[in-house]
């Protein structure tokens, strides 16, 4: 009796094997990658034994820890499988589930609606991190978005003041004693400063980004905040969103960023003209 080989096999296969490669690409640069290619050996040779050679003891064994390996996948990719959801969730690729969740949350950004930045408020952040980038003061700003950020808030000290970019550059002020830390923006309030964010364990990191850029970097791969780092040594503004980092952003882009009107930061023209427009 022949081996039947149709249609369906093939895009198994082939579903298999995107889903492997996803895999990777999103474990690539980090120390979790080496794990996934120790599995992935285990379980080529677990069907070897059990399904080509058909080795009855050893197979039995390896049955055994493949029974469990749901278990042991969950406790060791806890983080990777947080932030797969999230990037799959928030993914311009899907645009069918982009368009049921604009429809039911009536909004086309991140936000939950009442907690959505006020014009006026995305520009006072826009202009302190415009003016904040001319004079080189570092800042680590974490704007809420969905993902309630309490637990951060509380590393910090609370300030629950309303949004103004004065206040904003006295706080990373290099001499203010609250300029260590990220500032936290809920509810369309400053809810906290110097706060404590996780650090990223990206090896693919650029070594010239700093602490800052990497705790940003480290909230964004647990929760679907946006944070803005500005770099003390260049003066250079980062955004950093879904485990993500786009460097050197100019302020325009920032702004229509932080307004819903940009479709892609990947195809951002590094060209600015916020800056010339508000002088």
């Not at 928030?90 to 982009?98: E, G, K």
């Not at 006026?120 to 704007?143: P, S, T």
């Not at 679907?224 to 786009?246: C, F, R």
């Not at 023209?269 to 002088?279: I, R």
């Amino acid at each position: 009796m022949g081996i039947e080989f149709g249609i369906k096999d093939i895009i198994d296969i082939v579903l298999v094997a995107f889903l492997m490669y996803q895999t990777y690409i999103l474990l690539k640069g980090t120390n979790a990658v080496n794990i996934f290619i120790g599995i992935l050996l285990f379980v080529i040779g677990w069907f070897l034994v059990s399904f080509v050679f058909r080795m009855q003891l050893l197979g039995a064994i390896m049955d055994k820890v493949m029974s469990v390996g749901a278990i042991v996948l969950i406790v060791i990719f806890k983080d990777e499988i947080r932030r797969f959801f999230s990037v799959l969730g928030s993914s311009r690729r899907f645009r069918i589930l982009n368009w049921m969740q604009k429809k039911l949350f009536r909004t086309g950004s991140g936000f939950r609606n009442e907690d959505e930045l006020t014009e006026n408020n995305i520009h006072q952040i826009v202009w302190a991190c415009r003016d904040m980038a001319r004079h080189k003061c570092g800042a680590l700003i974490v704007i809420e978005m969905r993902a309630i950020l309490k637990s951060y808030i509380r590393t910090g000290e609370r300030i629950n003041a309303n949004i103004s970019s004065r206040l904003i550059e006295n706080i990373f002020f290099k001499n203010s004693p609250l300029h260590d830390g990220a500032m936290i923006i809920s509810r369309n309030r400053i809810a906290a400063a110097s706060c404590i964010l996780p650090m990223s364990q990206n090896l693919s990191i650029p070594k010239e980004l700093g602490m800052r850029h990497r705790a940003g970097l480290g909230l964004t791969e647990k929760t679907d905040a946006l944070v803005i780092v500005v770099s003390e040594e260049t003066g250079a503004i980062s955004i950093m969103k879904n485990g993500n980092v786009y460097h050197d952003i100019q302020p325009d882009v920032l702004l229509k960023e932080l307004s819903g009107k940009l479709d892609s930061l990947d195809v951002v023209s590094p060209a600015s003209s916020f800056a010339k427009e508000q002088g």
